[in-house]
């Protein structure tokens, strides 16, 4: 066997993500919505108040919003945006003032996450449909980007960090959760769908991480293990497999001036 191409990841993760989204279970922490803790990835209970119906049914692997990294009047994306969560919390803080925008590939989500939005009347939110490696978002439109338990998903992560770049004003960041490699995952392991889905096999080492935004034009890079036992503590959507991979807070800032 060899590595899934592009194709077959995207359809894949999307397949995977609809079931979640129709059957409001949630990935990277347990199958049954009603045992959530929101709290074992970051989220304090005063920030998630009154989306406690949205923090249930959210993915994810750390909080990428734990050190209030917008700002108000921010226009903010959130990449892989889910249900919604860290897109209501964004809004939150950028104000009125502010917007923000999540993009998804799967239908399903967005529409929950549209829904979820008008439930809650947050109006400074929208959701577009499109896939992280070419975002459906103008050049220098942000300010921030932040993403959750996503970028490990890419089948070209390169392209993802190239994107992000792009669509950044000059002094824009980027803020975000991720699973990642602390050394080479086997590669029968990487021929798995079903465990690069459930954010195990997919995850690049620290080290790529760092290059490849390097590469994509960022400084101020950092790189913060934030769960070390993560792949030891949780079966993400009963995946059962074992790999050498830590959840991290990453964070990168595009200079003023491009290179």
């Given amino acids: 066997m060899s590595e899934p191409n592009t194709a077959e990841v995207h359809q894949t993760v999307r397949k995977r993500y609809a079931s979640i ?4 279970q949630s990935c990277c ?3 049954n919505p009603t045992e959530t803790d929101p709290a074992q990835i970051g989220y304090s209970n005063d920030a998630i108040t009154g989306l406690d119906d949205v923090a249930q049914t959210s993915l994810g692997c750390g909080n990428p919003l734990g050190l209030e990294a917008v700002r108000p009047g921010d226009v903010v994306l959130d990449l892989g945006s889910g249900t919604g969560l860290d897109c209501f919390l964004a809004a939150k803080a950028t104000g009125d003032a502010g917007r923000v925008i999540g993009v998804d590939m799967t239908p399903e989500m967005i529409q929950t996450a549209t829904q979820n939005a008008k439930k809650h009347g947050i109006d400074n939110v929208e959701f577009r449909q499109g896939q992280i490696e070419s975002l459906p978002v103008e050049d220098q439109s ?3 980007v932040i993403s959750n338990c996503v970028i490990n998903l890419s089948p070209d992560k390169a392209q993802v960090f190239r994107e992000v770049f792009r669509v950044l004003r000059p002094s824009g960041r980027i803020v975000f959760t991720d699973i990642v490699a602390t050394a080479p995952i086997d590669s029968e392991l990487k021929e798995d769908l079903d465990a690069l889905a459930a954010c195990v096999s997919g995850a690049a080492e620290i080290e790529d991480v760092r290059r490849m935004m390097e590469d994509a034009g960022f400084d101020a890079i950092e790189i913060q ?5 993560w792949i030891e503590t949780t079966d993400c959507c009963g995946s059962g497999e074992k790999a050498p991979v830590v959840s991290a807070l990453i964070r990168g800032v595009k200079p003023r001036r491009s290179r």
Avoid at 21 to 24: L, P, Y
Avoid at 225 to 229: A, G, N, P, S
């Fill in 21 to 24: 989204a129709r059957e409001s």
């Fill in 142 to 144: 942000v300010d921030l």
């Fill in 225 to 229: 293990t934030i769960h070390q036992d």
């Fill in 29 to 31: 922490g347990t199958s």
